[in-house]
């Protein structure tokens, strides 16, 4: 048994973002990953001589200048071949009408105000609330202590939808502007402001591709931790962390191997965190059912579709496309399909057409019963006949924007919610963490911070999902041991 200063359990973004910094910091870490490879939601895989992504296709905020750029230039990230998007980086298809999403925010307002003039003046103040998200993101991190809390309770007690009732007139508008929103979960019953608008600032400041695979990412942050002294350990799945004297210990995996450290990480879901501690002075019953009780949010269904030969030219921007207006209600995940999302992948031979497209719409856990046997592994007719429907439905719903893509496809590969529960570890394979309530803000949004003081959390279950999301969390936690003062010198690009 040996003993390091930090154990993070957990090999995803939020865990390696963690592992990255702490090692760069001179900790000696050990990241602790049960699956066959790291990375969780940002693994790819191989089919036919082809690289997959899992979970990434787009990011924001890595232009210069702006708190992403200066945290992955830290970590060695803004090396890689990163795509800045077009101009007009998304597009949102409602029955036969496009409205396109500009980067920047003015404009962002004359594009739509174009479509929607009326609403110029709501389009002004909406663009400003954006601004001043994006303006207190870094708050909590500020050494000066200056962090104005009561912005983010606001947006997080209000409701997302309501707001946009209130502010705008046009329904439609309402539907374009939440028409991107495949990447989070539009709930209107649950759904805060803070979520929606957070899912929307950093992409209209600057907005990303990566060419090539996710992995390279999780490849370039694993190199970086090992090369500073740090672990990575694959196949080492952590059966339980064992606490003495209200502190964690040792994390024991299920082969039999013991670690210690003088701190620990997970970056599991906190429910999952919570069912590796044993009987504690620390974890009271109050805190455990809490963790319990969290509501996930929805997974995706992909169809990842191979194209025949100089079939489809390279797009670089995405496409969202729905089959009526009630946006809200086509995102729900339910059948028949309501909404997909069209994201191309970057040619890396420099060719003008692309050989991949993904097509992503939200599915239920609910529509994973369908079916009987939905034990690890197990995959039976039922299973493989949804598959093959819900790719059918997301493939015509596509051609509204992309007429005769059908035509264009050699094959394509499939995944479900239980795909990502059986490859990622997602509980439920939920596509954003744990469910965000306007109506109960303080049970949703969570602390880094545990009731064991050497046992913190990080991920996209805390407080923000994708890649920005998870990002900013993993300061937040790093800050804990580093002190915000350190943590602040990197966001502030004064650490290299």
């Known amino acids: 048994m040996s003993r390091r200063e930090v154990i993070i359990i957990g090999s995803g973004l939020g865990g390696l973002l963690c ?8 900790l000696h870490v050990l990241v602790l990953e049960q699956g066959v490879q790291p990375g969780g939601c940002m693994q790819t895989y191989r089919r036919h001589g082809l690289d997959f992504d899992t979970g990434f296709h787009y990011t924001g905020g890595l232009n210069e200048g702006q708190p992403m750029h200066a945290v992955f230039r830290y970590l060695g990230l803004m090396q890689l071949p990163w795509v800045r998007m077009d101009e007009l980086f998304d ?6 009408r496009t409205f396109a999403f500009a980067q920047g925010y003015d404009n962002f307002v004359q594009m739509l105000a174009t479509d929607f003039p009326a609403e110029r003046t709501a389009l002004e ?3 400003r609330l954006l601004r001043q998200v994006s303006a207190h993101e870094l708050d909590a991190l500020d050494p000066a202590g200056n962090a104005d809390t009561s912005f983010t309770e606001r947006l997080m007690e209000t409701s997302a939808l309501r707001y946009l ?3 705008f007139r046009d329904p439609l508008l309402i539907d374009v502007l939440s028409g991107t929103a495949l990447k989070m979960e539009l709930r209107s019953e649950s759904l805060p402001l803070f979520t929606f608008a957070y899912g929307h600032s950093s992409y209209l400041e600057s907005s990303w591709r990566l060419k090539g695979g996710a992995s390279q990412l999780v490849d370039t942050l694993v190199q970086g931790i090992r090369a500073r002294g740090g672990e990575v350990l694959c196949n080492a799945g952590v059966a339980e962390l064992v606490e003495r004297d209200g502190r964690l210990v040792q994390a024991r995996c299920a082969d039999g191997r013991s670690y ?6 997970s970056n599991l879901h906190p429910a999952a965190t919570c069912a590796l501690i044993g009987q504690s002075s620390r974890m009271k019953p109050a805190y455990r059912r809490r963790m319990a009780a969290l509501e996930n949010t929805c997974g995706m269904f992909t169809a990842s579709l191979v194209l025949k030969p100089r079939a489809l030219k390279y797009f670089n921007f995405n496409r969202y496309v729905y089959a009526r207006p009630d946006v809200w209600a086509c995102s729900r995940g339910e059948s028949p399909v309501g909404g997909v999302l069209v994201s191309c992948r970057v040619p890396e031979d420099g060719s003008p057409y692309t050989r991949q497209v993904d097509l ?4 239920t856990w609910q529509q994973c019963f369908l079916w009987q046997d939905t034990r690890v592994g197990h995959r039976d007719a039922g299973y493989l006949a949804l598959k093959a429907r819900l790719a059918d439905e997301c493939i015509a719903l596509a051609e509204q924007a992309l007429p005769g893509l059908r035509h264009c496809v050699d094959y394509l590969c499939t995944s479900t919610p239980l795909t990502y529960r059986d490859y990622t570890g997602t509980p439920q394979g939920s596509a954003y963490g744990a469910r965000k309530d306007y109506d109960n803000p303080l049970g949703t949004l969570l602390s880094v911070r545990t009731p064991i003081d050497n046992l913190l959390l990080t991920g996209q279950s805390l407080m923000l999902h994708g890649v920005h999301g998870v990002t900013m969390t993993a300061l937040l936690t790093c800050a804990e041991l580093l002190g915000r003062e350190r943590i602040w010198r990197i966001v502030r690009g004064e650490a290299l």
Do not use: D, H, K, W
């Open 360 to 363: 992503l719409t939200p599915m």
């Open 91 to 96: 597009r949102v298809t409602i029955g036969r």
């Open 19 to 26: 592992a990255g910094i702490l090692a760069r910091a001179g």
């Open 125 to 127: 103040q909406y663009a």
């Open 165 to 167: 009732q209130s502010l």
């Open 260 to 265: 210690e450290a003088a701190c620990f990480i």
